[in-house]
């Protein structure tokens, strides 16, 4: 089971959302939806009841969520996703990377155009007509093996370099969990300090995550609208994470918070899907700050 889950924060248009990523993406596919209940919504809820709640599908095995609701959050590429297309697995790595990037590229903007840099012969970062951020990379063969999915903590504005105590931290946090490429800025580029992190990235529950320092200034930063959703196995677990992660407590509902870096963080138990089918749930998950889970069935 993956234990982390990126969820995506869509204004009313998950459902298209998802639909073109399925296009775009080769090897993706929906694997379920859950809808809003008719009545115990919220007031600014109200004109969602009945309607789609989230959308699960996965690319190349990867699994997202599509959240479906209001303008409340809007996606910045803080937190992007990056596609490592390898030669060694690949032999039309280069061909696939530029089919997708057309195809994510349909109404997108083009934030590093698609060309050679000293990192990645083959190398662009989109941001789509959704507002979510993919990084296409066609990979050096020779290096150590990358999943073809990474989730990307870039560290600017409020977080500006803190990538080096965030990859810390996290490796801290969740057990098992290692560093692997690690590279620093030799000198000062742009806000990035030197010493401050070129690029590194850390495995979490047998997932990669990348972080990097950001080396332009941004007026930007991480927000709910990409959020990692854990996954946790009983209370202790949901309970111990949830000290670990929750810094803000104006931002704690519903098993969402937020870390002292800015990074938005779901602690939910792994069968929430189960609980939410007894009576009144909707209406208890929203009383709640961290879950509860005994309170689903008292």
Known sequence: MQKIVPNLWFDHVAVEAVEFYLAAFPNARKLGTQYYPMEGLLDFQEELAGKELTVDFEIAGYRFVAINAGPEFTPTPSLSFLLNFDPSRDPDA????????????????????????????????????YGVSWQLMLTNPDGEPRPFITPDLLFGGPAQNRAAEAASFYVDTFPGSRVGTDMRYPVQAGPAAPGSVMFTDIEVFGQWFALMDSA??????????????????????????????????EAEQCGWCTDQFGVSWQIVPAHLDALMLTPASFAKLLSMRKIDIAAFTA
Do not use: K
Not at 114 to 129: A, E, I, K, N, P
Not at 221 to 231: E, W
């Open 94 to 129: 280069r061909a696939h990377l530029d089919d997708l990037w057309d195809a994510l590229g349909d109404g997108g903007t083009a934030l590093m155009p698609l060309d050679s840099y000293d990192f990645s012969t083959h190398y662009g970062w989109m941001q789509d007509r």
């Open 216 to 249: 332009a200034d941004q007026d930007f930063t991480f927000n709910p609208a990409v959020s990692l959703m854990i996954l946790c196995e009983d209370q202790p677990e949901i309970d111990r994470y949830w000290e670990a992660l929750s810094r803000v407590p």
